[in-house]
């Protein structure tokens, strides 16, 4: 069975702080795949990495995937109100199908 | 780029009766759809897997009977819950991935509530 282990859970930080999402796996994926999702909206994809080592960055979002391609990373610098949600990873295996993460619930006290 | 659309956003039912639900992607051949079940505070679960022609392969678990899946284009899937009871009141989504492609890209979601 392929598993794909999100941390933390659930995640209550201010205004102004840094944190980390970290998605590990004993399995090599062909991509990897961020998501955030509002209440009572569909996953809105952020970003998708697929080289390993890779590093993206979407304003104070930086993405990184393992260099074995078993794990990646979310870090969001000074976070805002606006970054309140649940966070998603979700590891492609290359049959089109997706394994995916517990997700993280953060949110961003003012 | 990449838009795919769900409909209804919500619906109530009385208990017994079917209700439908429609995904398409509005700006890409999807080549594979999948519906997936949320429940509240939870990661995704996926349901089923269609591929535009074929029958829908379901999740272990997931009753093919009650959710009755058609995917008869490449930008339109439906998921049909048929004789819905209260337990089925859930959020459901879909997702459509083009060919060659891991990424899949969702709907905005259907809230049912079942009386």
């Known amino acids: 069975t392929q598993l794909l282990e999100q941390s933390p859970q659930f995640l209550s930080i201010q205004e102004g702080e840094n944190l980390t999402v970290y998605c590990n796996s004993s399995s090599v994926f062909s991509s990897l795949q961020w998501y955030r999702q509002e209440p009572g909206e569909g996953p809105v994809l952020l970003v998708t990495v697929v080289t390993g080592g890779e590093v993206k960055k979407l304003k104070r979002l930086t993405f990184q995937f393992g260099d074995a391609r078993k794990d990646s990373s979310l870090h969001i610098t000074a976070a805002q109100p606006g970054d309140t949600g649940l966070y998603l990873c979700a590891g492609g295996m290359g049959n089109y199908q997706l394994i995916w993460g517990a997700g993280t619930k953060l949110i961003i006290k003012p | 780029g990449a838009v795919v659309s769900q409909h209804p956003s919500r619906v109530i039912c009385k208990s017994g009766t079917s209700v439908k639900i429609e995904c398409r992607s509005l700006?890409?051949?999807?080549?594979?759809m999948f519906w997936y079940r949320q429940f509240p505070k939870q990661s995704l679960m996926l349901m089923a897997t269609?591929?535009?022609?074929?029958?829908?392969?379901?999740e272990q678990g997931v009753e093919k009977d009650k959710f009755l899946i058609n995917h008869a284009s490449l930008t339109l899937s439906t998921l049909t819950v048929t004789s819905a009871h209260p337990e089925d009141s859930s959020f459901y989504i879909c997702s459509a991935r083009s060919s060659g492609r891991d990424t899949q890209y969702f709907g905005p979601g259907t809230r049912l509530t079942v009386l």
């Open positions: 700006d890409f051949q999807a080549t594979t």
């Open positions: 269609s591929n535009e022609g074929s029958k829908a392969t379901y």
